[in-house]
C-alpha cells in the first residue's frame, strides 16, 4: 500500500504478489515503485495509478533500489532493465493495468540466477556455483559479485573488465582456474 505522509489515508493498494514483499524502493522521481517478494518476482508499479507495468522472475531477491534515471533496477541478484515502453504506455489513461501476457527476463550485467547455481551476464548463465558456495544472501556492484554462504564463508567474484567485449559478443572463452 501507499500511503499519504501528511494525511495518513491509504492511496494506493499494490496488487499482483502471490506472496509477501521482502523489499520495496521508489524511484527518484516517485512515479514508480518496485518492489520484491518471496514469490520470487521483482514487480515495478506505478505510483499514480497502482498498475504493475513490469514484473520478472528473479529469485529470492532481498534488496531493490532504482539507479538515477530509473533505467535500471538493482537488486542484489543483479540489474533490471526498466522496461520504458511499458511505462509510457502504462501512463495513457486506461482502465486495465498494462502488463505483458508473461513475465520478463531483462536482466542486465551480471547478476545471480534465481536458483542461486549460477552467476549470470545479461541472464545468460556464466559460472557455475558448487553447492557449497551457493548464495544465502548476495550483492552485485559492477563486475564484482560477493556472496554470502549457507557455511558463513563470503566469497568475492570480480570478472575483469577486459573480458566484457568477448561476452557482449558472445564469444565462448574457457576459464584456466577458478578457485574459491
Known sequence: ???????????QELKGHSRS?????FSHDSALVAS??????????RTD????????????ASHVSFEPGNVRLLTDLGAITVHKPLVAEASVASTTPVMPN???DCRFGFGITGDGCWISWHGNNLLWLPVD?????STVLGSTIAIGCKSGRVIIVRFSIQELPELQHGV???TNCVSF
Open 1 to 11: 500500500r501507499i500511503w499519504r505522509t501528511d494525511t495518513g489515508d491509504c492511496i
Open 21 to 25: 514483499a521482502r523489499s520495496v524502493a
Open 36 to 45: 520484491a517478494s518471496v514469490d520470487r518476482t521483482v514487480r515495478i508499479w
Open 49 to 60: 495509478a497502482g498498475d504493475c507495468v513490469q514484473a520478472v522472475h528473479v529469485g529470492f
Open 102 to 104: 508473461h513475465i520478463r
Open 133 to 137: 558456495f551457493r548464495p544465502s544472501c
Open 172 to 174: 565462448q572463452f574457457g
